[in-house]
T-cell receptor
């Protein structure tokens, strides 16, 4: 089945370490997104990419960077992790085009803990 | 800019009772509206969406939602709750297919046997 996968699923790291979270999709979608989920705050958009050469900051991009290596791959990096970046991170994809309405498909999430 | 408000971070219902999860949106143009469900340790999956046309939208697992422009609401309902419906539900709003979607803060549904 066409899918959105995230690696790793769980990660514990220490303050100051560099971390990369990876997302791959076999849906053939051109748009990809990174969100973080915190209890009571819902999903907040970190970065999004409407195609390989188009990357945009979301509402909480400070402390994060991304790389769109190919249409199917979108990685999120924490250059120097800090404890308040402890959260559940989701990758999502969507397909552009008329009448697509930006319906998004989510990966299973990565639980990141920064000690 | 658009925004979405979900009233009630936690809702408890008895098995077999009506489920009503509330969502109000703010938008300067006709919005696209979505409800997503998140089961424990999983990603979000789409329950239903409103784009244009019929204001009563039916989704998976017996859920439906009605777009009420005058009330700027898109409440999610299900006539009879089942234990398997226990999850977190997110309302989301988008303006055009070229812009990002904004998610609400979520409502956790507890179903009591």
């Amino acid at each position: 089945d066409a899918d959105v996968t995230q690696t790793p699923r769980n990660r514990i790291t220490k303050t100051g370490k560099r971390i990369m979270l990876e997302c791959s999709q076999t849906k053939g979608h051109d748009r990809m997104y990174w969100y973080r989920q915190d209890p009571g705050l819902g999903l907040r958009l970190i970065y999004y990419s409407f195609d390989v050469k188009d990357i945009n900051k979301g509402e909480i991009s400070d402390g994060y960077s991304v790389s769109r290596q190919a249409q199917a791959k979108f990685s999120l990096s924490l250059e120097s992790a800090i404890p308040n970046q402890t959260a559940l991170y989701f990758c999502a994809t969507s397909l552009s085009g008329q009448k697509r309405y930006n319906e998004q498909f989510f990966g299973p999430g990565t639980r990141l803990t920064v000690l | 800019a658009q925004s979405v408000t979900q009233l009630g971070s936690h809702v408890s219902v008895s098995e077999g009772a009506l489920v009503l999860l509330r969502c109000n949106y703010s938008s300067s143009v006709p919005p696209y509206l979505f409800w997503y469900v998140q089961y424990p340790n999983q990603g979000l999956q789409l329950l239903l969406k409103y784009t244009t046309g019929a204001t009563l939208v039916k989704g998976i697992n017996g859920f439906e939602a009605e777009f009420k422009k005058s009330e700027t609401s898109f409440h999610l309902t299900k006539p009879s709750a089942h234990m398997s419906n226990a999850a977190e539900y997110f309302c989301a709003v988008g303006l055009t297919s070229y812009q990002k979607v904004t998610f609400g803060t979520g409502t956790k549904l507890q179903v009591i046997p």
